[in-house]
């Protein structure tokens, strides 16, 4: 379908995914259908564009050659053979011959040919009903994804590589394009998939960067250069929007930051209610690039050190040294403040594309994830641990693990925990020997065997993120159903109830790390059910803070019991909604008037 230039103004409605408001550029980045040119090539040229394909084979072997090298030195050689069927795939003389051939009768151009004819292999290999078949679909999509990339003449991804500050249009991005935004460039991100609860938002709302998502066809909709303004507030784009449109929303921006200003205020007072109960605010953590807006924001700690952010970031596994350098340095840099480490949480919407993950797991979330991972591949989760336990020398540490389902699965972790600490002690190396050990709740069925769980760790985190999406059967990142992932949910609240009593009555401490944690309107809900710590970005907490300092447990816990007594979600939105507006009312109302 043709695309018109649009001059006039449109306006669209999405999810708000990260607040701010944005004006700039667009810059379209596609991925998920890579464009195949298609050309018929003169007789004279065609030895050229077979020695063109000779070229690009050449390349895409060193390439995948050089990954294999690099996974095998840091990985071993179990890890690095997934890349010999890689290689294998480039050798195959019908494949090549094929696509000769193809090119020889149809004169189209060689990455036209190619592509056809992976295609038919891959639809020919579909219907095969074969373990080991469906392995090789994987790695002929890799391989083929890679070559047509070499023959195009692109780069795996352009994304890092902005030069101007842009505002970023994509179908959908995944946790590692957004780990690898350079945040000085994009000036806000745009989504047709996508939730206010999948990682790459989240990793946008902790870069701070205005972002509206599940928009649909929005990047078919823009060009290259389009002008647009985002209203990452209420989850509004704008086309082409008139200079009246810009005025207001620059009066807007205005009136936000002044909002932000009075939240500000409090960053250095304490996180206390009215009547004396003090609430530890932590902050949920990427990397070293978050310090300085962990000192900035009044965090008391880190409650979520996402350490696959680093596996994502780099093109290899970090090594052991390599985690205890990041991990120390981070530990040194807040001391004496608590950081706690979370073990890797690779799998669902968080994958490193071609290493370990098959792209076909039909049911990622429900997949090979997490600490189901790390218990497959110990060699890799030892050195994290190790690494870990290192670098609670040198400050306070605790560690958690994720997407835990059971006490067997949480006691064989701290089993394995116990062996890094005994060949730690065998080398003399120095770790704290009594590292707090936590265990994240995020799925039903830790939160209904909470009790057996508190037996092996020492504290709780709630994944809401998580334990949301599996609670109501509700992918957290499925635009289409995400006015049906209800935090507001009689099973949530139930369930939360549940796990803060369990772990009080077990004498453990239950912190919240899930975006609930810090959405204003949820937080006087999470504390009135007895929550003790709350974490979440640095962003979030001046106003967290603000709003505890205006509020007392009594009023809280009135407010949980009313909750807890509805039947309808909409019901527990409109209560939390009205006890929002009543404590931080003011300040929005305050400052509308001076607009
Ligand atoms: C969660 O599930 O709430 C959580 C904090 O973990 P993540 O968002 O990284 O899955
Ligand atoms: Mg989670």
């Known amino acids: 379908m043709a695309k018109k230039k649009a001059r006039k103004e449109i306006v669209l409605q999405g999810i708000a995914a990260s607040p701010g408001v944005a004006h700039g550029r667009a810059f379209v980045f596609l ?60 050798e195959d003389r019908a494949l090549i011959e094929e696509t000769i051939q193809e090119h020889h009768n149809t004169s189209y151009n060689i990455e036209y040919c ?16 074969d373990e080991y078949i469906k392995e090789r679909v994987t790695d002929i999509r890799d391989v083929t994804k890679r070559l047509l990339n070499n023959l195009l003449g692109h780069c795996s991804s352009t994304i890092g590589r902005l030069t101007q500050q842009k505002i970023l249009v994509s179908e959908d991005l995944s946790p590692s394009d957004t780990a690898a935004l350079d945040r000085k460039q994009v ?28 928009l649909h066809d929005i990047s078919r909709k823009v060009e290259n250069e389009d002008t647009l303004l985002i209203d990452g507030y209420d989850g509004v784009v704008i086309i082409n929007p008139t200079e009246e449109t810009l005025y207001r929303y620059g009066q807007l921006k205005l009136q936000r930051e002044s909002i932000q200003k009075v939240f500000e205020s409090v960053i250095g007072l304490p996180a206390q209610t009215q009547d004396g109960k003090h609430v530890e605010l932590l902050a949920n953590i990427e990397g070293v690039d978050d310090l300085e807006s962990v000192k900035q924001s009044g965090a008391e700690g880190v409650g979520l050190l996402r350490t696959e952010a680093l596996f994502l970031r780099k093109d290899h596994f970090p090594t052991e040294e390599e985690q205890f350098e990041l991990y120390k340095e981070i530990v040194q840099a807040l001391y004496p403040m608590p950081v706690t480490i979370r073990t890797l949480d690779l799998g669902g919407d968080k994958k490193i594309s071609g290493v370990f993950f098959s792209e076909d797991e039909d049911n990622p979330f429900m997949g090979f994830r997490a600490i189901r991972f790390c218990l497959d591949h110990v060699d890799i989760f030892k050195a994290q641990l190790r690494a870990i ?10 560690l958690m693990y994720p997407m835990i389902t059971s006490y067997a699965e949480l006691s064989q972790a701290n089993k394995i925990l116990k062996e890094c600490k005994a060949e730690l002690k065998k080398k003399k190396i120095a770790f704290d020997p009594d590292i707090a050990i936590g265990s994240m709740i995020e799925t039903p069925s830790a939160a209904c065997t909470a009790d057996l769980l508190a037996e092996e760790c020492s504290f709780f985190s709630i994944g809401t993120n998580d334990l949301i999406q599996y609670m109501l059967a509700v992918d957290r990142i499925n635009d289409r159903i995400a006015h049906m992932y209800e935090p507001n949910h009689p099973a949530v609240i139930r369930t939360l109830k549940n796990i803060v009593d369990t772990a009080h009555l077990k004498g453990i401490k239950v912190s919240v790390c899930g975006e609930m944690a810090g959405d204003p309107l949820y937080v006087p809900l999470l504390l009135g059910l007895g929550v003790d710590d709350l974490s979440t970005i640095p962003a979030c907490l001046p106003e967290i803070k603000y709003l505890i300092r205006n509020m007392t447990i009594k009023e809280v816990q009135t407010l949980a019991s009313k909750a807890l007594k509805q039947t309808q979600p909409k019901a527990v939105f409109n209560l939390l909604q009205k006890f929002y507006l009543e404590h931080v009312g003011n300040v929005l109302q305050a400052q509308d008037g001076q607009e």
Not at 49 to 54: A, C, L, S, V, W
Not at 60 to 77: C, F, M, N, S, Y
């Open 389 to 398: 336990l290192r670098s609670s020398a040198f400050g306070k540490v605790k």
């Open 187 to 214: 000036l806000g991100i745009l989504m047709d998939a996508g939730s206010r609860t999948s990682h790459a938002v989240i990793m946008a709302r902790s870069l701070q960067v205005p972002a509206v998502v599940g």
């Open 114 to 129: 190619f592509h056809s004819v992976s295609k038919r292999y891959l639809e020919a290999f579909k219907h095969i009903d």
């Open 31 to 90: 991925q998920k259908e890579l464009e195949i040119p298609i050309y018929k090539v003169e007789e004279p040229d065609q030895a050229g564009e077979i020695q063109r394909f000779e070229d690009a084979l050449m390349r895409t072997r060193t390439q995948i050659a050089d990954v294999r090298h690099e996974v095998a030195e840091k990985l071993g050689e179990a890890e690095a053979q997934i890349f010999d069927a890689h290689l294998l795939v480039l």
